[in-house]
């Protein structure tokens, strides 16, 4: 499909620095692609869209998320609790309890969210595994993102170890054997991995949390095949201080130097949250190149803390967003998490402001600590880098089409916004999308999805939470 995107109020490129904005107001899509960007006649044959009123982003590229938790949402066994009592209050209590039909509707539901707020790309840590299960979720996985037209990267989690206690597990709570573990990566990634710079479809090895989901040895092969298949490697780390207490009681080290000792560092890697880290760790994740997803409104919810953001990335550290699983975020969004990734940025570095007359320099590192550009770029370009996709996350000429047009001219929380690119993350709220491309093919148009009855959608998310709730009842 060819099509002029044309009339845009601003655009916002995914690029650092001067690159940040293009002023358009026109982009040509050929054949999937950006072919130009600028002021641009019309062509014979070619398809228009106007965005007068609208301004333009690159396509989200969520790096984090575990988009079975759709149906959990605001559990109220796990609503205040902070990260470890909630895993045990909310997904490990009901994640054993879903089946099939559950676990395909939830992850409709969450890539039905992401792609209404602009979101191309969807990066899932599928950490729930265990052996002789009945349905094969992976594939659930991809052909749910494939009806709706998303680029899809499974993070295929799981592990040798059981998180609960006692020998007597429920067949849904039991751990596999790392033999097991390694010959599913295999099939999956001869089944579904592309290695195209611009992929519909990506395996990725990811243990659930190396601290608590495998050995150290388990950890050295895992990373081991991943690099011999090209595949890259993900994993949760350092979301808590919990982190820390228990490397250091079970390996006398500290979390990101234990990474490093079972070869779980470089540019190939990357963690999500990274929200308690000594100096020394955000130096050894700068030196290795290895990658951030930012969860910022999950840390906040669960009380985790704000990531050092700032400071991992001028260490070297390559920063991407990520909005982690519902049942602890409760609006999984891209639109949300990185409104929330630029006020929380911010807040951290006033927070750390010291008074000028006790040698500080009061709020003025503050200011500068993230810019919606910089937000952009991390939710976009940087998403793209951790996740090796490099054809997508920016608007230049040759790039992906992955496109989204935000319009701010319905909704009064845009009306006098001196500076209307900034509108969609600085003003938060719900986005009124126009138009999502993927590739250049039309995934949403004014809000809405072909194919996708969203009264229809919410009844059946009703009547799973019901059935779960009444399975979780049962003595």
């Given at each position: 499909m060819n099509l002029v995107i044309s009339n845009a109020i601003g655009i916002l490129t995914g690029l650092p620095g001067g690159e940040a904005?293009?002023?358009?107001?026109?982009?040509?899509?050929?054949?999937?692609?950006?072919?130009?960007?600028?002021?641009?006649?019309?062509?014979?044959?070619e398809r228009q869209f106007d965005a007068g009123g609208c301004v333009v982003y690159p396509a989200w590229v969520n790096t984090h998320h575990h988009l079975f938790q759709s149906l959990l949402k605001g559990d109220p066994l796990g609503l205040n609790a902070t990260l470890t009592p909630w895993l045990t209050a909310t997904p490990m209590r009901l994640r054993p309890l879903m089946d099939e039909h559950d676990f395909r509707l939830a992850a409709r539901i969450g890539l039905v969210e992401l792609a209404l707020s602009g979101c191309a790309t969807v990066s899932d840590h599928n950490y729930h595994y265990y052996p002789d299960m009945p349905f094969d979720s992976s594939a659930i996985l991809f052909d749910e993102a494939a009806k709706l037209g998303l680029r899809f990267v499974l993070c295929r989690g799981g592990g040798t170890l059981a998180r609960l206690p006692g020998d007597q597990l429920p067949a849904?709570?039991?751990?596999e054997t790392l033999d097991g573990y390694l010959a599913d990566i295999e099939r999956l990634a001869a089944q579904f991995h592309q290695s195209a710079p611009d992929a519909m479809r990506r395996v990725v090895v990811a243990p659930t949390t190396?601290?608590?989901?495998?050995?150290?040895?388990?950890?050295?092969?895992?990373?081991a095949l991943a690099r011999k298949l090209g595949l890259r490697l993900h994993s949760h780390l350092s979301e808590t201080v919990d982190y820390h207490d228990v490397v250091h009681r079970d390996h006398a080290s500290k979390p990101v130097h234990f990474c490093e000792s079972v070869d779980w560092l470089g540019e190939d890697v990357w963690f999500a949250h990274l929200v308690k880290l000594d100096d020394d760790e955000i130096a050894l994740l700068g030196k290795t190149h290895t990658g951030i997803a930012h969860c910022p409104q999950s840390n906040g919810r669960l009380g985790s803390g704000i990531s050092p953001v700032r400071q991992l990335e001028a260490a070297g550290v390559r920063i991407s967003i990520g909005v982690d699983g519902a049942a602890s975020n409760e609006a999984a969004d891209m639109l949300s998490e990185t409104h929330a990734a630029w006020l929380?940025?911010?807040?951290?570095?006033?927070?750390?402001?010291?008074?000028?007359?006790?040698g500080g320099k009061g709020e003025a590192e503050a200011a500068a600590a993230a810019t919606v550009e910089d937000v952009v770029r991390w939710g976009t370009a940087g998403g793209a880098a951790v996740l090796g996709l490099p054809a997508i996350g920016t608007l230049a000429v040759g790039q992906a089409a992955d496109i989204a047009v935000y319009g701010l001219d319905r909704d009064p929380r845009y009306f006098g916004l001196h500076d209307p690119v900034i509108g969609p993350v600085a003003s938060g709220g719900a986005a009124d999308l126009r138009l999502l491309l993927v590739g250049g093919r039309e995934i949403v148009r004014d809000g809405a999805i072909p194919g996708i009855d969203m009264r229809e959608l919410g009844a059946q998310a009703r009547a799973a939470v019901a059935g779960l709730l009444e399975r979780a009842s049962r003595p």
């Open positions: 904005r293009h002023p358009g107001p026109d982009i040509r899509i050929r054949d999937g692609r950006i072919d130009a960007i600028g002021k641009l006649a019309p062509e014979p044959g849904a709570s039991r751990p190396p601290p608590h989901s495998m050995r150290p040895q388990e950890l050295r092969e895992t990373a929380m940025q911010r807040a951290r570095a006033g927070e750390d402001a010291v008074a000028l007359y006790r």
